[in-house]
């Protein structure tokens, strides 16, 4: 049996000396996963990433309620010559999210189109017509399939805490249950014979007892199951008895009051006889005598707190020790100042008249916190998945200039965005693995610091780790940010000019030295992925799709990437080479900003191929008809390079296992990956 007296140690002690013993008795463990339904997931933490199973939308719906057309039937429209659509044939009437009927590509605002009835030659025969004063462009008033997201993508990392907003992400992703962590089991055992219920009919000496409301409402915040025992009075076998039955069905144990020295506090024996008390007093005040102890039962760890019986002090050391645990257990990080001022990344607009509630990402690069504004459809619930935050453009104004610093409302704790890289360029699926790795490691890391008494305060209570956020704008759009100083890294794929073949040594250099040295900056070209650029195509590739020349063909339908890409300028490189005209190549200026994207047009139909990576075709189950082979970099100020921040994440790049996993996609070579190729 240990020392039952009371004596007071340093709280960082304290705390080292009880995460040591609860990590012995196998008490630190993150809770066991458990499937449940989304209606029961809000405030729960992810036990593993949740990838999307179908796409959303997952056909093309019209954004607004009007006539579904084809839209180079309304070119030339106008005030002064408008045009007449057949309804039924050239014109279908369609609610907002109805389906978009085939061979239509384009809605017509009901308020736009005039209904006339127009009668024919023949004296039987009257149409009904709409009449058009504008002409359509193709999608225009159309959600394409995949706005939101595509079947595939990365929904929620591990160890995220769900969101409402996250609900309808996961819903509109085909998901009806979701994998989260169990919720700790906390029971709270309030002691005294001068104790009350609340609402008793008291007399002088009765205390209402309201700890244990204050305990459970603290323990429920933190996201825990909460049993609140009958009041149990200042008898040991009465007090052991309750305590020892909570244990079997508990993870946590708090009995409150009763654990000073006077002849009435039964605390320490109790926890003793049940586990190990490990420290009893700290110096701290209000609440020293608290008592921090573990038991093993039956290999489960188990946490033993007796917490003192003043409210103030219980509240306080609740909050000192109970709640790191319980956020430990889940992975769960405090929400702290609601406010941050930041430098905006790019200009933008709003119109007047209206609050606009402009979604962005935050992290520090340098001595500066950057916000990035991102998707601001309605229909857009990955944009509230992905914020950290929420800028307000007042109705009366027209919006922010780049470079401005604004106040940004946070989604997400400030140590997190102080600790956060930023990656900004060219898409690749393998982003989306490296971010949850970090996650994944973050907790090994917590964990294996765990198991030493040494700088406990430090390891689990601050986890170090940073977390990666990425933005797809394009190859020569990250290498800008970069020269501006706007993110830590970019991934690019930028064919060196006068380069003959996608060779080894054929990227990102010409294109470093025009767009980032010139201005002082120093980058590190860090091997990343070698991977395979085709042509993605339908199931059984109906068309017999081949080359590139197979484009030109009557009746074949292109989707392209947007300006900056790497994917455009290898695509604009070979056709240059081959000596094909882009205006030969229809689609060739209908453009995604990812893979992914690509990927869901041709599936959907609404294309008959576009150029992509092979992983891409296979997330949504596609052929592929292999091209080029190219190399996608990651380039890294030297500033960054040789930061704390990255090593984590340079780390997990030259780890074997994270190679693994990227090989498992299907079409990436990664022999050069973490291999620094070129200092510029």
């Known amino acids: 049996m240990s020392s039952l007296y009371l004596h007071d140690i340093p709280l960082d002690e304290a705390n080292a000396a009880w995460y040591a013993q609860l990590a012995a008795c196998g008490a630190l463990a ?181 700890n244990s409301l204050v305990l459970g409402g603290f323990a429920e915040e933190c996201g825990a199951v909460v049993s609140r025992y009958p009041i149990q009075p200042d008898q040991y076998e009465a007090i052991k008895a309750t305590a020892q039955a909570a244990l079997a069905t508990h993870d946590l144990v708090i009995i409150n009051a009763g ?20 420290v009893h007093g700290v110096a701290i005040r209000p609440g020293h ?40 257990w889940q992975n769960q990080a405090p929400l702290p100042a609601p406010t941050m001022q930041a430098t905006l990344t790019r200009k933008v607009l709003s119109p007047m008249g209206d609050d606009e509630f402009l979604r962005v990402t935050l992290g520090r690069v340098g001595e500066r916190v950057v916000a990035t ?79 030493s008494q040494i700088n406990f305060k430090f390891s689990i209570l601050n986890s170090q780790f940073p977390r990666l956020v990425s933005a797809h704008v394009g190859s020569q759009s990250g290498l800008l940010a970069l020269q501006r100083g706007e993110a830590h890294l970019a991934g690019s794929h930028l064919l060196d000019e006068g380069a003959s073949n996608g060779d080894a040594t054929s990227y990102n250099i010409d294109s470093i030295g025009k767009m980032i040295t010139p201005f002082g900056v120093r980058v590190q070209l860090l091997g990343f992925v070698k991977r395979v650029q085709g042509l993605m195509v339908r199931k059984g590739n109906p068309k017999a799709i081949t080359s590139l020349e197979d484009l030109t063909r009557q009746g074949m339908t292109f989707i392209n990437r947007q300006r900056g890409a790497g994917t455009r300028a290898l695509l604009d490189f070979e056709l240059r080479k081959r000596g094909i005209n882009p205006r030969q190549i229809a689609g060739y200026e209908r453009q995604e900003y990812t893979h992914l994207n690509v990927a869901a047009a041709v599936a959907s139909g609404a294309c008959d191929c576009g150029l992509g990576i092979l992983a891409a075709a296979r997330a949504l189950d596609l052929d592929f008809v292999p091209l080029f082979n190219e190399r996608y970099d990651l380039v890294i100020p030297i500033q960054h390079y040789e930061s704390t921040l990255l090593q984590p994440l340079l780390g997990i790049i030259r780890a074997p296992a994270f190679a693994a996993q990227v090989q498992a996609l299907g079409g990436y070579d990664t022999s050069q990956m973490g291999q620094v190729l070129a200092t510029l």
């Open 373 to 451: 504004p991102i998707g601001s459809g309605a229909g857009v619930i990955t944009s509230m998945v992905k914020a950290d935050g929420i800028l307000l453009i007042p109705r009366f104004k027209e919006g922010f200039h780049a470079g401005e610093l604004v106040n940004v409302q946070l989604m997400t704790a400030p140590h997190l965005i102080h600790n956060t890289i930023l990656a900004i360029g060219s898409h690749d699926l393998t982003l989306d693995l490296l971010a949850n790795q970090l996650k994944i490691e973050n907790l090994k890391w917590k964990m294996e610091n765990g198991k």
């Open 30 to 210: 993150a809770m066991p996963a458990e499937t449940v339904p989304l209606a029961q997931a809000l405030g729960r933490i992810t036990a593993a990433p949740v990838w999307a199973k179908i796409s959303s939308p997952h056909y093309h719906a019209s954004a607004m309620d009007g006539y579904a057309v084809r839209s180079n039937e309304t070119y030339g429209a106008s005030e002064s010559a408008p045009k007449r659509l057949t309804i039924g044939t050239q014109a279908i009437y369609v609610d907002t999210g109805d389906p978009l009927p085939a061979g239509l590509n384009a809605v017509i605002m009901r308020e736009h189109a005039e209904v006339l009835t127009i009668a024919a030659d023949a004296p039987a025969i009257v149409n009904t017509v709409i009449e058009i004063t504008q002409a359509v462009a193709p999608w225009q008033h159309v959600r394409a399939m995949g706005e939101d997201m595509v079947a595939s993508e990365l929904v929620l990392t591990a160890q995220h805490r769900i969101r409402p907003q996250d609900l309808g992400a996961l819903a509109g992703s085909g998901h009806a249950t979701v994998d989260v962590l169990r919720r700790p089991r906390v029971a709270i055992i309030p002691t005294g014979t001068e104790l009350v219920a609340a609402g008793s009919a008291v007399k002088p000496g009765d205390i209402i007892e309201y």
């Open 289 to 328: 005598p608290v008592i921090l102890g573990a038991a093993s039962l039956a290999n489960d760890g188990k946490a033993l707190v007796g917490l003192p019986g003043y409210p103030v002090s219980a509240a306080v050391t609740f909050d000192l020790f109970c709640k790191p645990l319980l956020q430990h």
């Open 259 to 278: 654990s000073s020295a006077g002849s009435e506090d039964y605390t320490s024996r109790v926890i003793d006889e049940l586990g190990r008390v490990c």
